[in-house]
């Protein structure tokens, strides 16, 4: 193994490592609710799916590039790349929706009862599993590309200068134009939702502050009043600065691999835009659970009833 292939593997594998358990717990932490509650509010099934969409990006990538790079598994073939490749650019195009559907969710929460942003906020709701499906159709068919046009390295195919490297798999457009295409319908669907998701976040931030001056002023003397909101608004801060920053590098070297000029681009930029797109999936879910009270009270009340649970057993017995 050479220690390029050593320092790449490990690079996934610290991104599994975080990714897969972090993205676990906070399903399992809603998986609970849903159990004790029998009912998910909106704004937490958008989390849980979230969370459910982001597992997905580290485990077929992330995980998949740590055991080939090992050399503990043979996942790259013709039809693993396609496989990985179209589940991975669906489920990390379905994470950026989501973060901005969530985002669109608790800028209409702060809307005063009875304002036609309250009346949005409803029918977002009651519509939430049709918009769900949307995003999974949407994002699968703008996916085709890895499909159709994704071929193993170890296939002797015959490359044109409008080949992208993916490290084990290349993706060989048959022209200049369906190369551009590709890449333009790509960064788009990638910048829509990065300005409205901005935006949206924007408008939390403004109207939370508003409102905190505002309880400052009528009860100064109240310390807790606007301990949730606080918590909001830095998870807000946090994973919109999160998504900008990491998905505007990943989408910076993607436009680079379309404009460069050599038969293929470098396997590095590949290597850095999926690490950097998949570290949003790995570290936003930290996010949540470090600000999200449901989940860890969930987390905690598991976590007590395990020995518990263990205690009983062996009292039985």
């Known amino acids: 193994m050479s220690s390029e292939e050593f320092v790449r593997g490990m690079f996934y594998l610290s991104l599994t490592v975080v990714g897969v358990p972090s993205n676990i717990a906070v399903v399992v932490a809603f998986l609970l609710l849903i159990y004790r509650e029998n009912r998910l509010l909106a704004a937490d099934a958008i989390i849980l799916h979230l969370a459910c969409t982001n597992l997905l990006v580290v485990v077929v ?4 590039e740590t055991l ?18 179209f589940i991975y650019r669906t489920s990390r ?12 969710y608790q800028c209409l929460s702060i809307a005063p009862p009875g304002s036609r942003w309250a009346t949005a906020r409803a029918i977002l709701a009651q519509y939430l599993v ?6 999974w159709v949407l994002n699968t068919t703008m996916s085709q590309a890895a499909i159709l046009f994704t071929f193993s390295t170890k296939n002797n195919f015959s490359l044109t200068n409008n080949a992208v490297n993916v490290q084990y798999c290349h993706v060989n457009f048959p022209s200049k134009l369906s190369k551009e ?14 300005a409205l998701m901005t935006l949206a976040s924007l408008i939390i931030v403004a109207l939370l502050y508003k409102h905190s001056q505002q309880v400052k002023v ?24 999160m998504y900008v920053i990491l998905y ?6 993607w436009v680079y691999t ?10 590095l930029i590949s290597d850095l835009r999926v690490f950097f797109a998949s570290l949003y999936s790995a570290l936003s879910p930290l996010v949540i659970i470090a600000s999200n009270r449901k989940v860890n009270s969930n987390l905690r009340c598991a976590a007590q009833e395990k020995p518990d649970l263990e205690k009983s057993t062996y009292q039985s017995k």
């Open 248 to 253: 505007g590098v990943d989408n910076g070297l």
């Open 61 to 64: 990538r992330c995980l998949m």
């Open 68 to 85: 080939a790079s090992f050399y503990l598994a043979n996942v790259f073939g013709d039809t693993g790349c396609r496989i990985v490749i």
């Open 258 to 267: 379309l404009t460069v000029k050599t038969t293929m681009s470098s396997s």
């Open 130 to 135: 049709f918009i769900f499906v949307f995003l």
């Open 181 to 194: 295409i590709n890449g333009a319908l790509q960064v788009g669907r990638d910048v829509v939702p990065m």
């Open 93 to 104: 195009a379905l994470s950026i929706w989501l973060t901005f559907l969530l985002s669109a």
């Open 218 to 241: 009528l009860r100064s003397g109240s310390r807790g009043s606007g301990g949730a909101e606080q918590r909001t608004a830095k998870a807000v801060v946090v994973l919109v600065t």
